[in-house]
Nanobody
Framework: QVQLVESGGGLVQAGGSLRLSCAASGRTVSSYHMGWFRQAPGKEREFLVGISPSGNTWYGDSVKGRFTVSRDNAKNTVYLQMNSLKPEDTARYYC????????WGQGTQVTVSS
């Protein structure tokens, strides 16, 4: 069983940056697709970015050019670098892993003030 723990969220001003981490435990995730999602109050969960075991990436339109995903398989960790943050990026951010995003973390809150 895979456990995922997100960290790195917080309060930041518009235009600022944050780097989120997703640490996996229980088993190695080097062969897993990993992804980042977010959910704001009253809104549906939104796909942000995915990264394959080999490092191929695909991004949702809302974050393309501002967010960058990476992974360190030796550390069993995936990162999300978020730049040029906007108030509308305020949400709880989740990482997910595996086929059909079978595994989820509890999320980390990101709040962007204007």
């Amino acid at each position: 069983q895979v456990q995922l723990v997100e960290s790195g969220g917080g309060l930041v001003q518009a235009g600022g940056s944050l780097r989120l981490s997703c640490a996996a435990s229980g088993r190695t995730v080097s062969s897993y697709h990993m992804g980042w999602f977010r959910q704001a109050p009253g809104k549906e969960r939104e796909f942000l970015v995915g990264i394959s075991p080999s490092g191929n990436t695909w991004y949702g339109d809302s974050v393309k050019g501002r967010f960058t995903v990476s992974r360190d398989n030796a550390k069993n960790t995936v990162y999300l670098q978020m730049n040029s943050l906007k108030p509308e990026d305020t949400a709880r951010y989740y990482c997910a892993a595996g086929v059909g995003w079978a595994h989820w973390g509890q999320g980390t809150q990101v709040t962007v003030s204007s």
